[in-house]
């Protein structure tokens, strides 16, 4: 289906940042403010989301998130736009929020993080970044981010109904090179590889080998990996002409990598 694409653009420089990342999790939203934004948050935030997406932008400078970059891509994209409009009064808080079929979408911070480590990748320092594979749509929110930095963007959701609903979300702001497969992500996307930068938004015990496998040289994987207790932490896997490196960073609580079709 899509062809193979050349390799990759010239675009922005940056540099790993340590910030610490809070946990990732799943918190339904009280009743009470629930019922209140359906009735008023879906104008208002909408009305005035600038100045409240400004201050979570200062949230995250202040948090440690120094590529301004990654900053601007948030800036531009409307997360309200992409959580239930019953969320949608807590979309700029730094939160995971539910999305739908037991799946959240990630807290902003989760989602600078893991994207200014990408944009640390040495391919990308000297050549920008290209094309990203990222594994678990999910509302498409960290898709559209990324289609700010990168010159492409394949995504891969296993669950139909996140995989649809990503693609509406998405299809208002006509991103073009962003790219959604409904798919199993454990087994990458062939057909784009190879990629300057992986970026997984789920956690699983291991590694599929299939990501390593699709990782240009100079390239970056970022994921959530889980120990033998089901601890998670941020892995970051550098390709190099000699091989492979690995870090692990800091704890994260990310919603389960899972194979197959939902
Ligand atoms: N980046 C997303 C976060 C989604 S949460 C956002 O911005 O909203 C993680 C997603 O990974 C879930 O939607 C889950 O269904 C998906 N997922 C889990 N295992 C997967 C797999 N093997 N392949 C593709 N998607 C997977």
Not at 24 to 29: P, V
Not at 96 to 122: C, D, F, N, Y
Request: aromatic letters at 4%; one cysteine or more.
């Amino acid at each position: 289906m899509n062809q193979r694409r050349p390799g990759f653009p010239a675009r922005i420089a940056a540099s790993p940042k340590g910030a610490s990342v809070p946990a990732h999790s799943s918190t339904a939203a009280p009743r009470r403010i629930a019922s209140w934004a359906s009735t008023v948050a879906p104008a208002g935030v909408g009305l005035d989301s600038s100045a409240v997406r400004e201050r979570m932008i200062e949230r995250l400078a202040a948090g440690g998130v120094a590529n301004l970059e990654v900053l601007k891509a948030m800036r531009a994209v409307e997360r309200h736009r992409f959580v239930d409009s019953a969320l949608a009064n807590q979309a700029y808080e730094d939160t995971s929020l539910p999305i739908g079929l037991g799946q959240t979408i990630s807290k902003p911070s989760v989602v600078a993080r893991m994207v200014e480590l990408l944009l640390g990748a040495p391919g990308a320092r000297t050549n920008g970044l290209g094309r990203i594979l990222e594994i678990g749509t999910g509302c498409g929110y960290q898709a559209a981010v990324l289609s700010r930095l990168a010159r492409e963007v394949y995504s891969i959701e296993r669950l139909r109904g996140l995989h649809e609903r990503a693609r509406a979300n998405l299809r208002p702001l006509r991103l073009a090179n962003v790219h959604l497969l409904l798919g199993d992500g454990t087994l990458g996307f062939p057909t784009g590889a190879p990629y300057a930068g992986i970026l997984v938004a789920a956690g699983g015990a291991a590694l599929p080998p299939a990501w390593c496998e699709q990782l240009a040289v100079g390239g970056r994987l970022v994921a959530p990996i889980a120990d033998a207790s089901g601890t998670q932490s941020l892995l970051v896997i550098d390709r190099s002409a000699q091989g492979f490196t690995q870090t692990l960073l800091e704890p994260v609580h990310f919603v389960p990598l899972k194979s197959g079709l939902g």
